[in-house]
């Protein structure tokens, strides 16, 4: 489509305002995403010059309230609400209804989830049911000041290549975002939101997906890894999984997590949800450490949001020495010990001076 | 019963390389795969075609070299192979993939009930996990997206019981048929082809349709024109700034280079060591 097609929006698009974004409630906890969202959002619609609002759909119980008040800390103007018990856990059909009927009834312009398991079942349904253009899993989300629509980039090709997508001629234009990917905003307990109480007939009879019953991560297995303030990550310059345990072990000390490249995910050294890039989680610490990882695109794109990036490899013409803050020549099976060692020596003494 | 697996080709993207002065990808040499994630469907629907006798037909929207992946999806096993081809599919985005296929599904239908759909979770070169949830919306099936393992299913009773991978765990759903699933990675393991299944797959003609013979009697909500997303730039992600400053470890005792690391890094960012103390 060229750009001269969007001089001619059809009809109708100037009635659909506001930029929306879903809170993702599941089990009485919001999804950080939708506060990050929150922080995007409240970007995008200064920039428009409308309002922000966040829904949110949830059980009828005190955790939704709690999250209505949290929306508004986090920047939005006004929360619509829906609650009812059949909400009280995540499923397609009644989220869908409820969401598609909201946006039928205030026709926001734009429509922003997170990208996670909730969030992209959401969008695809909610898209599909509304007709409208949906683009998944976008790092950067802009206002085009000619024509007033969202253009939303997102990598594609496994990351080698970003793109830039519009929704011209629909609305809304929906958008989902990976967790971290958008900075946090500020929590300020200061600001108030007006809380829209909706109402979608909702019975628990037309639901044909019942839950059985739901198994939460063990808190050993619940990766924390997207959050994490300081993250070690190997590859397979670490030559097998035995030696995975350097990176265990440095993460261990540092109080942070640790994750690894798409290879040792595939090859099992790792579980599949500690998986860091393009296909993986995206994360945002204030250290990242990649040991033996050769920095492919697809590991960019996931650590690029941190902060300072320690690379150790073998290969002094690995690709992540191209973008890593401090850079290491050597064998990270024999430095990441020494690393260990090394911190541990001097971390108590700052503790003592403390 | 039978089960549509729908499966993609793709090129494999870990062998992808961007040309460095046009920033377009460069498709010579690499290889088409068939989207791993479509692997984990198309087992999971063979298993129940060894344990209930279902039907498989795996259906595939693309060019006709496509033909070649739903070939290997035979010779694993699989029943029926459609591929839906036409330059009026040339350009769809995710709605209007999942229009074309919904369509094709109904249109299959129409000879053999469909009772469940399989996806992959999510295609390694769009990685939008979209078309999925946009063919059961059109289909009406009951959407069971990231699903990890199928517990039950009682195709008398219409019931299905399966695990789902949601925010924090896993959920245990009942659901009904007809129902589409998407399938993550790592709930099986491929099989091998058996050698009959191979000779049937070199033997077999993959049916070929058009828009009109698969049912699609509103060519406009396909391709370019069905599609309400619209590319406006391809470009190279950008370098991050930051060139690294280097130590060289291999004339270092790993000890010395660790030290060096510390240094250099305290110095520069006393917030971190702060930080780890916490």
Sequence with gaps: ?354 | MHVVVCIKQVPDSSQIRVHPVTNTIMRQGVPAVINPHDLVALEEALRLKDRLNARVTVLSMGPKMAADALKKCIAYGADEAILITDSVFAGSDTLATSFALASTIRRIGQDHSVDMVFCGKQTIDGDTAQVGPGIARRLGFEQLTYVARIEKIDPAAREIVVHRRAEGGVQVLQSRLPCLITMIEGSNTLRFASMDDMFRAARYDVIEWNHKAAGIEAPERCGLKGSPTAVKKVFAPPQRSTKAEMIDATKATPCEAADTLLAKLFASHPALEKEMVR
């Design chain 1, 1 to 354: 489509m060229s750009a001269k097609t969007s001089q001619t929006a059809p009809h109708g698009l100037e009635d659909w305002r506001g930029v929306w974004v879903n809170v993702e409630l599941e089990r009485g906890r919001v999804h950080p995403v939708s506060w990050e969202l929150l922080g995007e959002g409240r970007k995008l619609a200064d920039q428009l010059g409308v309002a922000l609002s966040a829904v949110v759909i949830g059980a009828d119980d005190s955790a939704t309230d709690a999250a209505c008040a949290e929306a508004a800390f986090y920047g939005a103007d006004s929360v619509y609400v829906v609650r009812h018990p059949v909400l009280a856990h995540y499923r397609t059909d009644p989220y869908t209804k409820a969401l598609t009927q909201l946006v039928g009834r205030y026709k926001p312009e734009i429509l922003l989830l997170g990208a996670t398991t909730l969030g992209r079942d959401l969008a695809g349904a909610v898209a599909t049911t509304l007709a409208t253009g949906l683009t998944a899993d976008c790092t950067e989300l802009r206002i085009d000041s000619e024509t007033r629509s969202l253009a939303a980039t997102r990598p594609t090709f496994g990351g080698s290549l970003l793109c830039t997508i519009h929704t011209l001629n629909c609305r809304p234009q929906m958008a989902t975002v990976r967790p971290r990917v958008m900075a946090m905003p500020a929590r300020d307990t200061q600001r108030t939101g007006q809380v829209i109480q909706e109402t979608v007939a909702l019975s628990e009879d037309d639901i044909a997906t019942k839950i059985l019953t739901f198994i939460p991560d063990a808190a050993a297995e619940e990766a924390q890894l997207a959050y994490a303030d300081i993250v070690v990550a190997g590859g397979r310059g670490l030559g097998g999984p035995a030696n995975f345990q350097h990176v265990k072990e440095l993460a261990r000390l540092l109080g942070g997590d640790y994750g690894g490249s798409r290879p040792v995910a595939q090859a099992g050294w790792i579980g599949l949800d500690r998986q860091i890039g393009q296909t993986g989680k995206t994360i945002r610490p204030k250290l990242y450490i990649a040991a033996g990882i050769s920095g492919a695109v697809q590991h960019r794109v996931g650590v690029e949001g941190a902060d300072v990036i320690v690379a150790i490899n073998s290969d002094p013409n690995a690709p992540i020495f191209g973008f890593a803050t401090y850079g290491i020549v050597g064998d990270a099976v024999r430095i990441l010990p020494a690393l260990t060692e090394a911190l541990r020596a001097r971390l108590p003494t700052r503790a003592e001076a403390i």
